[in-house]
């Protein structure tokens, strides 16, 4: 069966810096990637979505960057952190197939003070 | 561009109430359509994923249908129960920009015991 993970599940950084938060997904192969945020009482906004490794496409200008340094890994990564990057980060993963739900992890917390 | 709204905002019902959630878009011609649940502080866990072949989907005390003409769907949940209480979150696919898939502001519910 597949499983997803994030970590770390809960970070606390100071403004200024650097940021790298890690999604893998086990038992599968060639999945879409997703990275999303939801700010405190609010919907999930899309940041960065990948279809293969390398291969990248980013959504939203912002302070926030995204890798893919292998099939099954997802990484999102800032150099210097922002106030409004606190937020709840959400990594997913999907099948190529249109028809396969969107799986997600359990969530990575960021707070930037 | 996807723009994906849903109504009401918050919901508070008794318990054994039927309900009804709605979810629109702005561009109908949608790949496939996801509802979601999320838990406070939690990722999301799908309910229900539509086929833009198809008219409605069945699980449970769930029923969700789609109507891409009009650009909805409505998420039916029969004989209300406190456990439902969560945020319902819809998302859709677009078929003009496949494999990005665009979510809506949630619905917050809470069944009263």
């Known amino acids: 069966s597949q499983t997803i993970h994030q970590w770390p599940a809960t970070l606390v950084q100071p403004v200024g810096s650097p940021l790298s938060l890690e999604c893998t997904v086990e038992g599968t192969s060639n999945p879409n990637l997703y990275w999303y945020r939801q700010a405190a009482g609010r919907g999930l906004q899309l940041l960065f979505y990948s279809v293969g490794i390398g291969q990248i496409s980013s959504e939203v200008p912002q302070n926030l960057s995204a890798s893919r340094p292998q099939d099954r890994q997802f990484i999102l990564s800032s150099k210097k952190l922002l106030l409004s990057d606190s937020g709840f980060y959400l990594c997913a993963w999907r099948g190529i197939s249109g028809a396969n739900v969107l799986t997600f992890g359990a969530g990575s917390r960021l707070t930037v003070l | 561009k996807q723009e994906v709204t849903q109504i009401p905002a918050a919901l508070s019902v008794p318990e054994g109430e039927n309900l009804v959630l709605n979810c629109s878009f702005t561009d109908s011609a949608i790949y496939n359509l996801q509802w979601f649940r999320q838990d406070p502080g939690k990722g999301l866990t799908s309910l229900l994923l539509?086929?833009?072949?198809?008219r409605e989907q069945t699980s449970g005390r769930l029923n969700a249908s789609l109507d891409k003409s009009s650009g909805r769907s409505t998420l039916y949940i029969a004989a209300s129960q406190p456990g439902d209480s969560a945020t319902y979150l819809c998302a859709v696919e677009a078929a003009t920009s496949y494999d990005k898939v665009i979510f809506g502001p949630g619905t917050s519910l809470s069944v009263i015991p």
């Open positions: 539509i086929q833009s072949s198809q």
